[in-house]
């Protein structure tokens, strides 16, 4: 869906280095979140928003920081990227809460960390 | 804390035959279960959901059971198809951290399908 966008869609850094991943939703939808998928422990949430200047820790938050002071954008920075890191990180939006509306997923971006 | 365990991790079926995935969630609150299926190199996407509310969902060839007294929920696939070969994700609402739209994911099943 062209609604949900992440940018860049691959990235190589190398250790120590500040990443910032993009995320860009076009419908308004209040809640935004970030996950990392790795092989054998699924989607993983890493941080969420309820909205504009609200956001929170999900189950993996460390070494990350995000921000959202626009609904419709939620970027995530590894400030410190480690090699532990490197994952396939998804963004995602909702329009309800308390869990009851579907989250449309961004395409990705695969993050390499050397 | 909140914890959606989902099993089998991988399961191969011919063609034709059914596929049954199941999952089990902790918080007896959860009132919202969404499936995901997703493609080799794509996005997870929704493929069926179900609320409390209810315990049976159909859609063409996929149904979901919820067993709320169990604390668990299920994906059925009928008459499968090799474009239905990829990873299927189970997820639950977490309300206990009220409002914010959290789902839960359970770990994955990858589905093979062969012809």
């Known amino acids: 869906d062209a609604g949900i966008t992440q940018s860049p869609r691959y990235k190589i850094t190398e250790t120590g280095r500040q990443v910032t991943l993009m995320c860009h939703q076009t419908w308004s939808h209040s809640y935004m979140f970030w996950y990392r998928q790795d092989l054998g422990h699924g989607l993983r949430l890493i941080y969420y928003s309820a909205a504009a200047d609200i956001t929170d820790k999900g189950e993996v938050p460390d070494g990350y920081v995000v921000s959202r002071s626009k609904t419709e954008n939620f970027p995530l920075t590894l400030e410190s990227a480690t090699r532990s890191q490197t994952s396939v990180y998804f963004c995602?939006?909702?329009?309800?809460?308390?869990?009851?509306?579907?989250?449309?997923f961004g395409p990705g971006t695969r993050l390499t960390v050397l | 804390g909140e914890n959606v365990e989902q099993h089998p991790s991988t399961l191969s079926v011919q063609e034709g035959d059914s596929a049954v995935i199941k999952c089990t969630y902790s918080d007896s609150a959860s009132n919202y279960f969404p499936w995901y299926k997703q493609e080799l190199g794509k996005r997870p996407q929704l493929i069926i959901d179900?609320?409390?509310?209810?315990g049976e969902k159909k859609d063409q060839r996929i149904a979901v059971t919820l067993n709320k007294t169990a604390k668990h929920f299920s994906l059925h696939i009928t008459e499968t198809q090799p474009e239905d070969s990829a990873v299927y994700f189970c997820?639950?609402?977490?309300?206990?951290?009220?409002?914010?739209?959290?789902?839960?994911f359970g770990q994955g099943t990858t589905l093979q399908v062969k012809p």
């Open positions: 179900i609320r409390s509310n209810v």
């Open positions: 997820a639950a609402s977490a309300p206990r951290s009220s409002n914010t739209g959290k789902l839960i």
């Open positions: 995602a939006s909702s329009v309800a809460g308390q869990g009851l509306g579907e989250q449309f």
